[in-house]
């Protein structure tokens, strides 16, 4: 629980989700000053700078929070999980036709024949396989590997790339391991990971809040068009609190929504810019430690690469579907003193074994 809470003002929480807030808020109080439709809310502000700038913060750090609690939600809806049945089926079929048509184009530049069936050059060849090389670099950092992967959404191929890079090149599904993973994974690169996925955040939330704030600045807008020259409820409210609102005319409200669409579009674009860095973290991590959590499960690792595979595809199918999958009669279990406990080393996360000396790091560490 502590430790929760602690996460709420690390590097990672400003980042991602404090400045959003913080832009939010000043940009909305910048822009509307007290909202008429929020006036008994700004009733609170006491006319005291300090009073008020401890209030202002308080909503900044609340509004983060919620942010923090909305992630999972706001990710799905930009990978593109909860459109509309039939535009996300159509959307993914567009995907679908443009990851195929990269795909073709690859395999055509790495035909060693012309179309008349003669051989190329060594020049034109080499020139064409570093353009198909070219292409597929592109197209694995933006797309799944196979078309039949890809998803409605810019933002949700990208992360998708990323999440099945284990499965292709180990045969580890990254959702059903990523958890175990976290056990053996320093410290130090799990907060390179954070940071990475920080700067997706900002942009994440950046979109929602600018999307917020189109939504804000309509309503704002309705209300102002249907005010009466004596006043509607809203500026009832607002005099009954003792407010003087500063709301911009209507025409203003919709030029606010306006530009607050395109800060979505923009703040969504960015985020897709910045999913490699995060992926490139997290595929390195599957690179690395993968054999760590083999290790910390108790098994040895089989010496061909397809008995590695099966082992990690039956880890990840026993994992999601709770059955053992993983007989010790098919695999070699590891000698637990013979490696390395991880949370002798400070990781969070993973105790040591009761029967483990803090001598025994010293002599693992020379073997």
């Not at 209300?223 to 025409?251: D, M, Y």
């Not at 860095?277 to 010496?303: E, I």
């Amino acid at each position: 629980m502590g430790s929760s809470f602690s996460k709420l003002a690390d590097k990672s929480f400003i980042i991602g989700f404090l400045i959003p807030a913080l832009l939010f808020l000043a940009a909305l109080r910048a822009a509307y000053g007290c909202p008429t439709w929020a006036a008994s809310v700004c009733a609170q502000a006491s006319g005291d700078l300090f009073k008020d700038l401890t209030l202002f913060a308080v909503c900044v750090w609340i509004l983060a929070v919620l942010l923090v609690a909305a992630n999972y939600v706001l990710y799905r809806v930009l990978e593109g999980y909860h459109l509309p049945r039939r535009w996300s089926v159509k959307l993914k079929q567009k995907w679908q036709t443009h990851v195929q048509n990269l795909v073709d184009r690859e395999d055509s530049l790495r035909n060693a024949r012309n179309k008349d069936g003669s051989l190329k050059t060594q020049a034109e060849l080499i020139a064409q396989r570093q353009a198909a090389s070219d292409i597929r670099w592109r197209r694995l950092r933006e797309f799944p590997e196979k078309p039949t992967d890809a998803m409605a959404t810019r933002f949700g191929n990208a992360v998708r790339a990323f999440e099945l890079y284990s499965g292709a090149m180990y045969g580890a599904s990254s959702i059903a391991l990523w958890s175990l993973l976290l056990n053996v994974i320093p410290k130090e690169v799990g907060q390179r990971i954070d940071e990475a996925r920080a700067q997706v955040d900002l942009f994440v939330n950046g979109c929602a809040l600018a999307c917020t704030f189109a939504v804000i600045s309509a309503v704002e807008s309705f209300l102002i068009a249907f005010e009466t020259p004596k006043g509607g409820p809203a500026t009832a409210v607002a005099q009954s609190a003792g407010l003087t609102t500063t709301a911009p005319n209507a025409w203003t409200a919709i030029i606010y929504a306006l530009i607050s669409m395109l800060v979505a579009w923009l703040c969504s674009q960015l985020a897709v810019g910045r999913v490699d860095s995060w992926g490139a973290t997290v595929k390195g991590s599957f690179d690395c430690y993968l054999p760590a959590l083999a290790a910390q499960l108790g098994y040895t690792l089989p010496a061909s690469q397809a008995q590695r595979t099966a082992f990690w595809q039956g880890l990840s199918a026993q994992t999601v579907y709770r059955r053992l999958l993983i007989a010790d009669e098919f695999w070699t279990r590891a000698n637990p003193v013979s490696s390395v406990p991880l949370g002798a080393r400070g990781n969070p996360g993973v105790p040591a074994p009761e029967n483990h000396h803090p001598d025994d790091d010293e002599n693992n560490n020379h073997n």
